[in-house]
């Protein structure tokens, strides 16, 4: 009697948890280290200024368009999907809303590590049990990949996704997506759904862009396989109904609902989603509101001052924002100005379309207004890539739109969280 007594409680409690209308998570943190593209053939000043401008549609100098030689065009990868062994789509579109996440311990941690000469960083994700290097790019919010409907001329080097080989794979009938980047590189393709998991942080549902062109950079570039974007949903290329972020899916199962970037120079660093490790970083962390209504991790940017000086005003209410996807700084024109007045030979060098200087020159340090607290770039991370023999292209350089952009020669100086759980960026100088 006592026997079937307890096998009636173990079946009361299969019931239970079978009626459960969702899976319960504990909340997480995740780390992901970064690795290096061995691939990469040397930093171009000009290019990287010309790919920040394409990037957010910015006025392009001539002097840039000019000395950014051998741009690359988007050409088109397009062939018919193969329908060839193992290659069946599952049916079912997901919309928003369905994805679902989990964290086993509340964080997730990946190692970033940069390309030669640190113009790009790559962290592995693992989609539908498969492992791809992607670029994590806090100026964007769509996440594509190289996949098997590309042609093998398309993918050759690459690591490609087969949605065929994923038994969590679906696909959403009659979604597509177009993004744009510098230099003139996309990707376009159509959209499934997949489990995304990042050092443990796990989002089941998650919208994943399958790439049918890609642009020749792209395709080049044969350690990085796609990008993960990072920016909020609102800026999702998916067509007819935008997506959600690994991010913005992810952050309700995190210990904290943030993630961090610690991007530094000619070394593996990490992104870590649910936690700040404090060990990264050096005084007390400054945090700052930002404004998301266009999309982008925002904030007030107007003062600025040199290895540690009078602060200056550049321009009243001028407005940055923080960018893992893009290399330079792009910073007022006054900022620029300013700084290279300071460096013995620099010069605005129009046939290099950009601030250049002696490659011997001593650079000071660069403090900049991040919301009303002053953030330090080390002068050493401003000498961004050699010119020639005796010139080195500065790593910050004149924005000519009104928004200025601080991208990883920010990041290599600064250990920067991105909390959307208030929509607040903290950062603090690298140990």
Known sequence: MQSFAKLLLVYGLLALASASPAKIHKRGVYKVERVPNPNFTGRNGPRALLKTLRKYRMPIPAGVANAAQGQNEMISKRQNRRKGKGHKNKGGAAANGQATASAANGTGLVTNTPEANDVEYLSP??????????????????????????????????????????????????????????????????????????????????????????????????????????????????????????????????????????????????????????????????????????????????????????PQTSTAGAQAIADTGTTLLLADPAVAQAYYAQVDGAVDDQQQGGFTFPCNAQLPDLQLDVGG???????????????????????????????????????????????????????????
């Open 373 to 431: 607290n002053m953030a330090t770039v080390k002068g050493t991370d401003i000498n961004f890539a050699q010119v020639d023999d005796q010139t080195c292209f500065g790593g910050l350089q004149a924005t000519p739109a009104g928004l200025q952009v601080y991208g990883d020669i920010f990041f290599k100086s600064n250990f920067v969280a991105f909390n959307g759980g208030n929509n607040s960026l903290g950062f603090a100088q690298h140990v």
């Open 125 to 310: 994700v693992n989609i539908g049990g498969q492992t791809l290097n992607l670029d994590f790019d806090s100026g964007s919010s769509d996440l594509w990949v190289f996949n098997t409907q590309l042609s093998n001329a398309a993918t050759q080097g690459h690591t490609v996704f087969d949605p065929a080989q994923s038994k969590t794979f679906q696909l959403m009938q009659g979604a597509s997506f177009e993004i744009s980047y510098g230099d003139g590189s996309g990707a376009a393709g159509n959209v499934g759904t997949d489990t995304v998991d990042i050092g443990g942080a796990t989002v089941t549902g998650q919208a994943v862009e399958l790439a049918t062109a890609v642009s020749k950079s792209f395709v080049q570039d044969t350690n990085n396989n796609g990008l993960l974007g990072l920016a909020f949903s609102q800026l999702n290329t998916v067509q007819p109904a935008p997506q959600k972020t690994f991010f913005d899916n992810v952050k309700s199962s995190l210990a904290e609902p943030l993630f961090t970037a610690d991007l530094r120079a000619q070394a593996a660093g990490a992104y870590e989603f649910g936690a700040i490790d404090t060990s990264k970083f050096t005084g007390a962390m400054a945090w700052v509101p930002v404004n998301t209504t266009d999309g982008f991790w925002q904030f007030t940017s107007e003062q600025f001052a040199i290895n540690g000086g009078k």
